[in-house]
């Protein structure tokens, strides 16, 4: 969760030289960052800066394996949720392309991201602090994330977080202090919308 991311989490990738629903075989689609509809987002930038920056680079599938909190009081809930990282989209056939191979992603040998959140905790109002521990390309890193939780419902909650990272943290592309050729920053921002029902 950061206003999170939460969960998020994570994913992260969008780095090219340039919730979801409760447990089922079919994951959530996001269509589009649209401010109501659920969607994940990852925000890229370039070294140095482009006018056209950031690259938004959406994942349209994802799902919420599951989750098991109390709706009206949140603290102390889980949740897992899984990214489908062949789905990502920036705008860019060739970039996409790019972004799915060996040299960044690699959704070949590595086609899921994992976003699990444990130690949910009551920070003010409507937001919470939570621990997001993403497993993404064999690599598994821990993150203190907050969220905002945007609406509350009998069996679930929509919440809205966005959390910065390194995408280095799971080898993800080359760093540009040493690679002239990597025009991408290091440091990518996720953004996401979801909403989570109890499972």
Do not use: W
Not at 37 to 63: G, N, S
Request: overall charge neutral; proline content about 6%.
């Amino acid at each position: 969760m950061k206003t999170i991311a939460l969960l998020v989490l994570a994913t992260a990738l969008a780095f090219v030289p340039g919730c979801g629903k409760p447990r089922s075989d079919t994951p959530s689609t996001a269509t589009g960052s649209a401010a109501n509809a659920d969607h994940i987002t990852v925000l890229a930038r370039h070294r140095p800066a482009k006018p056209t920056d950031p690259v938004q680079v959406r994942f349209d599938k994802f799902r919420v394996v599951s989750a098991s909190f109390d709706p009206k009081t949140i603290e102390g809930g889980t949740a897992t949720i899984e990214i489908d990282l062949a789905s990502l989209a920036s705008g860019s056939g060739e970039r996409d392309e790019d972004l799915r191979s060996p040299r960044f992603i690699d959704v070949a040998t590595f086609a899921t991201l994992t976003i699990e959140i444990t130690n949910v905790k009551k920070k003010q109002d409507k937001t919470f602090t939570a621990d997001a521990t993403v497993k993404l390309r064999g690599v598994t890193k821990t993150y203190p994330v907050t969220f905002d939780v945007v609406e509350q419902r009998d069996d679930g909650i929509r919440i809205r977080g966005e959390h910065t990272f390194s995408r280095l943290d799971f080898a993800v592309g080359t760093d540009p202090a040493q690679d002239p050729h990597q025009q991408v920053d290091t440091e990518l921002t996720i953004e996401m919308l979801l909403t989570i029902k109890k499972s």
